[in-house]
């Protein structure tokens, strides 16, 4: 049988195509990149993916694939028209697995890649001692240090889904994972709140490559 | 008895919220960040401080709280309805306390955390010599020297509104103080007169951190 | 005879027409720089390239001249009417005369001029292992070399218009070269797939720009 | 007599206020800063001059002043109606005296700044070797030097206007001069032509200095 929206699942559709459409213009979806997913509210195991191939300025709710992330199926009817979902479906599948993230964004913005060039080899990226890691939920202040896992790029999503589970699980209060020459990753456990790390992560990282230019 | 707004409060109340989205676009509000007040024209003591956990997208005249600036006790109705102005509330009231301004904006700008870094663990940043500098309310020259006071960043925001008293007082023609790794705080005896402030804060940050990145 | 547009070739003509006031926002055609072409989908041999002197804040369809590429004739009747094509006609000329592209865009980006400058007196400008490379034609993997040919910048186009093409021809999955301290070339078999193009480069630019500046 | 405005210059107000408010959005004019001239085509001597300390996103046609640009008197009408023209007129006014420009801008965009600093004490800075010099009037290939006369910032504007005469006849094919720590003076025969300029002023000074920090 195949998947039937509900009508709570769709208005959070509707709400993460606008966020796909505004982040486009800010730059984070160069040449269709990117790609982005929920769970459903309503059907068990069940997460909407973003369509494969899609120019991100024309985004819109109907561009969303059902998958089942325990399973990792799509569903047989999307299958059928031919529809497939993003190539990187796998990553956002895994991070339902293991957090209570309910809405995953993947961004290629430069400032990713270019604050992962400061850590070099390193597994983790470290953001500490600004004020604004306070509107990451759960810190309440400054004084803290967020660990961000990074990974080598790879073209075998299947195998990387399983290596971040390790690395996401030992890192609290974190909520995005840097894949090195391609992009990041960004949760939250609603629209809203996956924007609001988006805009946390992009100041950081514009915060880190700046002083380094500035080598203050 | 609560606070009733006059007419000609309710003006500058709308007046500073457009300029409260118009700064969120420009990137000053990342993540719900900020916060931004007005010293009531007809009300004595009052100021009307922006409420806590606004998206800075969707803020609007009545996302304000009135707050006595000398007692600092919130208007019971509000206090009643549940309403919290911003944590950051007691920097906004020593401002009233102590200087002659009627609007105050709080930045998250990087070019202020930049330009801060510049200056190490001094306790004033200092500009000079642009004609920008022109445009601050009283200086009629460039040949000017504007020492903007910082302070490290704190959880302890009741014990900071205290602290940044004598800084403010010791520094003539300055409209800003810097809390490091935060953000900026900018005055002026009108909304007008305030942006006004930021624009040239802002230009004048930037001179000096690309000017520090070109060597010359 | 002269030149007739075919509804087919007026349609591609509006689309690249949007797409040249849109690239002017972005900054790629400063002082009514920059030129834009399609191959003709309907008949043998014509180009219609972008009329010489347009600002691109105003550039319509009407703005292209048909041109013969083999003969690298324009139209008798636009020529009858006064009309001349970009200074730089010839270099699109050459493009549809030995690749398959059917759309040439013509970018003065800084970008394309300072990466360029990272290369120095090389022949080739080489970007490599990077996610969204994967975004070029024909290229499935990161793990890839994509060379780019850069020629020293001159006012004798017609010259140049030969010697660009065997370094082209020697070079698979590219569809740029680079005119030091003047602009770029991009290609690709529609306008959709040139945009997507052009996307790559001008975000693959940045980052090895910012990466040289960052030390790393 | 006062200044009657005749059809033919209220045509070009307009024309040059639109093109303010759009300099205004771009950041030329940060807080109420920069200043904008036409020469009258119909009255003998005469120049249009910005009013001064307008917010530049509120300018319109009405906010040009006339001024006698040999006498140096503002019209009697608008100045017995307390108004009066930008405190820096007095360049505006040498700039028709000794030019053939119709049109003068006046832009503190932060580039120009930056640009001047790599010349340090140098009369002038020099751009060459660009393609765009070719947007300059009268310029034909990118193998051309271009000198741009620079000065130090100063209050005394009337002294001011004395000393850049002999500079700006000593240089030809140059449509710019640039106040240190300050600003730039931008011309043209045309409002379209004085754009023109700035678009190529602004491209070469970004080229410049990111050149300059890119270290190559």
Known sequence: MSFITSAQ????????????????????????????????????????????????????????????????EMDPEYKSLGKKSSDETDIHLSIYQITDANCVLHSHMLDALL??????????????????????KGVKTH??????????NTQDI??????????????????GLILKGHGIYIWGTSVEEAKKHLEVFEYLFKYYINKKRLGV
Chains 1, 2, 3, 4 share one sequence.
């Open 9 to 72: 699942d769709h208005a959070e559709m509707k709400k993460l195509a606008n966020l796909v459409r505004i982040m486009n213009i800010q730059g984070h979806n160069p040449a269709t990149s990117g790609n982005y997913s929920l769970r459903s509210k309503t059907s068990p195991n069940m997460a909407m993916v973003s369509e494969s191939g899609i120019d991100k300025s024309k985004f819109t709710e109907d561009n969303f694939i059902p998958v089942n992330y325990q399973t990792r």
């Open 115 to 136: 604050f992962a060039d400061l850590f070099g080899k390193e597994d983790f990226a470290i953001i500490k001692d600004l004020e604004l890691l306070k509107a990451f």
């Open 143 to 152: 004084e803290v240090e967020i660990k961000i896992p990074m990974f080598e």
């Open 158 to 175: 299947r195998a990387l889904s399983e290596t971040i589970k390790p690395a996401i699980m030992s890192s609290p209060n974190n909520y």
